[in-house]
């Protein structure tokens, strides 16, 4: 421990060469050292016991098939009013074209969010779903956040859990982690008061780990957030984590922060906030994660929040994903968000091996469909 300059630590490190679990105080101290050295080494042992130097990606496509949305969350600058001129609605087929004219070979993965429709049926979204898998059976369809899936329960008068199950029985493959927020009340009642409550948001994954599908879990951050609070919301995926690899056999694939975007939404505006998290804060978020998430195979540095360059740089702070090529993201960039729309697979492949890590195509289960070693060009360039 030669490089460890807050002596605080020294039991956190113990714990971590161990592969033990950190208790939440000790998760805090994470937060407030000043020490980042030992932050990033510490991060980056845990990843490096779970994947070595091996880095996630998939070639992947991101479709919302309409923006149009009732709910009125204050961070959200994408939902329109079905009236609004810049508002959008697709039919199942319609969305079965927008695929088409996008698609590239060799994409895997179809994710899909959007907004709470007033007016769609329920047999719209299965519909969409079964009409996808017809029409493109190579493509895992990952759809529909939890927040999405208790609209669906309310509009069709089902169970989540038997929405859930008609959605797979369509061809759901997983679904994203989106809606999460943050799960403390006093936020969720500032930012996303309407949307889907974190114990019927934990409840939804539950449902569908106990299917054998996969989930993704999010957190919203750099708004109105304390860090007790971020670190709970960590605390309570990691419980419900414990729960479904023990009843399951797996629940969550992956932990991703996303970082506020703050133009074009209301509770920036009512803060008075325009700057963008930082890149300090960016790397710390995420290496607290890798460390405190020790149930989590993977977490994730969402390069449309933070931009690629940082999300390169977060490989060395317990990042082992960096999403997808994309095709078109319109979410994010609805509130500000700065990246390009998409990157192509040889630039995804560039951006790890220039951080000296080895990318691995995967698709939605994570199955592993390539691998890319270092090459000599690659070690020329570092």
């Known amino acids: 421990m030669k490089w460890l300059s807050d002596p605080a630590l020294a039991p956190i490190v113990e714990k971590v060469e161990a592969g033990e679990r950190l208790t939440f105080a000790e998760g805090m101290q994470l937060y407030d050292t000043r020490d980042l050295n030992t932050l990033m080494r510490l991060a980056n042992l845990r990843k490096q016991q779970l994947h070595g130097d091996r880095v996630y990606f998939v070639h992947s496509m991101r479709l919302e098939f309409t923006n149009i949305c009732y709910v009125g969350c204050t961070f959200c600058a994408f939902a329109a009013h079905k009236n609004e001129e810049r508002a959008w609605d697709y039919s199942p087929e319609q969305v079965a074209e927008q695929v088409r004219r996008r698609y590239l070979p060799g994409i895997t993965e179809l994710h899909m969010s959007s907004g709470h429709h007033p007016n769609h049926k329920w047999e719209y979204y299965p519909e969409m779903v079964r009409g996808l898998r017809e029409a493109f059976p190579d493509l895992q369809v990952k759809a529909f956040t939890a ?51 974190a114990e019927k948001w934990l409840q939804i994954h539950s449902e569908a780990h106990s299917l054998g599908m996969r989930t993704n879990a999010t957190m919203l951050y750099g708004h109105i957030e304390t860090l007790e609070e971020r670190l709970d919301h960590m605390d309570r995926l990691r419980t419900l984590q414990d729960d479904s690899v023990a009843r399951f056999g797996g629940g969550f694939h992956a932990f991703i922060p996303l970082a506020f975007q703050p133009l074009g939404n209301t509770l920036a505006q009512n803060l008075g906030k325009t700057d963008f998290t930082t890149g300090l804060d960016d790397l710390r978020n995420l290496a607290v994660a890798r460390i405190y998430l020790d149930n989590f195979p993977h ?70 469909l390539a691998t890319f070693p270092r090459t000599p060009a690659t070690e020329a360039a570092d």
């Open 147 to 197: 927040a999405e899936i208790e609209h669906l329960s309310r509009i069709s008068k089902k169970p989540t859990l038997d929405v859930l199950r008609e959605l797979q029985a369509a061809g759901l493959a997983a679904m994203p982690g989106g809606g999460a927020e943050i799960f403390a009340d006093r936020v969720r009642r500032q930012v996303a008061k309407n949307k889907v409550k």
């Open 299 to 368: 977490i994730k540095g969402y390069w449309v929040m933070i931009g690629s360059e940082l999300t390169q740089v977060s490989l060395d702070w317990g990042v082992s994903d960096i999403d997808g090529t994309i095709q078109e993201e319109h979410i994010a960039h609805a509130a500000g968000a700065t990246s390009p729309m998409k990157l192509s697979e040889q630039g995804m492949i560039r951006m790890i091996q220039h951080a000296g890590r080895t990318p691995v195509l995967r698709d939605a289960y994570y199955n592993e």
